[in-house]
């Protein structure tokens, strides 16, 4: 007779592959902070709110060996100092023990708050492959009433773009004739390669006539931007996860290997810069990511 304390084998087998699925979204969870696609703060938040969540379930060592210059023995220095065992889970943390893990990692990691007012120079950047192109020519098809800015670039163009409506596509020469005289906001090399600028004349036309543009350029083209324009206002595009942004990279099949490498590196330090901004907006979704930049704009 079998032992009614034992569970079948279709329940084991099903408890190992929910314990393998919970394991593999902490472990995603934990590659998110890491990457700083989303704030300690963040996951800490998710945990409190879902206890049983795999952010719930992370243990508190976990948490902090996530993130970026916390390694075994600085993180049970913490720990000590918060007065929190190193069993706890995130999930199960007391009222006294969120509150002072809260205090803790905003001051040390605090999150950017949003500047008062709003601009009609509105810049959009964030990490490579997070889809800000999408997002910028859905805001483009959508909201004609912001003029999206045309860059110029010395790249070649990629299968379906067209000169002067993606990219005015221009030689070494001619850009450097831009720079000289003048007629870029912004310029830069990126990823070690190519030149990308955005051409003055036409943001002060639409500004002067009272539009919103809207600028989708890279990191150091938004430092620029904000040397120049100090009113400008900067919104962040983040991926939903470090692994979608992996997988976006590799499934747009435009790079070679050492160059996704390369952008994929280049990503995890933009994605560490994303304090710089007034906002940030998480692509999860085209049509919700582009209409959450316009409502920036009002």
């Keep these: 007779m079998a032992d009614s304390r034992t569970p079948p084998e279709v329940d084991r087998a099903a408890a190992s592959r929910r314990a393998v699925a919970a394991r593999r979204e902490r472990a995603a969870l934990k590659r998110d902070v890491t990457t700083r696609v989303i704030t300690p703060q963040e996951l800490l938040r998710r945990a409190q709110s879902d206890p049983e969540s795999p952010a719930g379930a992370m243990r508190v060592t976990e948490f902090l060996t996530a993130i970026p210059a916390i ?22 943390l007391g009222a006294r023990q969120r509150v002072v893990l809260a205090a803790f990692l905003d001051e040390r990691w605090p999150e950017p708050q949003p500047r008062a007012g709003r601009s009609r120079l509105i810049v959009l950047a964030g990490p490579t492959a997070v889809g800000k192109g999408t997002v910028a020519a859905h805001v483009k098809e959508h909201h004609p009433e912001l003029l999206l800015s045309v860059s110029a670039t010395t790249r070649s163009p990629r299968p379906g773009e067209v000169d002067g409506e993606h990219y005015f596509f221009v030689d070494d020469a001619e850009f450097d004739r831009l720079i000289a005289t003048g007629e870029l906001l912004e310029h830069a090399t990126v990823h070690n390669r190519f030149r990308y600028g955005t051409p003055k004349a036409p943001i002060d036309r639409a500004l002067a006539d009272g539009r919103t543009v809207l600028l989708e350029i890279d990191l150091q083209g938004a430092r620029q931007v904000r040397a120049a324009a100090p009113d400008a206002t900067l919104v962040f595009l983040l991926p939903p996860s470090w692994d979608e942004l992996v997988h976006r990279l590799i499934g747009r099949g435009t790079e070679d290997a050492e160059e996704r490498e390369r952008r994929l590196k280049t990503a995890k330090v933009e994605l560490a810069s994303q304090g710089e901004f007034d906002f940030h907006v998480v692509n999860d979704d085209v049509a919700r990511a582009a209409a959450e930049v316009v409502s920036l704009t009002r």
């Design 71 to 92: 390694g075994a023995g600085k993180r049970d220095r913490i720990l000590a100092s918060l007065g929190i065992s190193p069993v706890k889970r995130l999930g199960g």
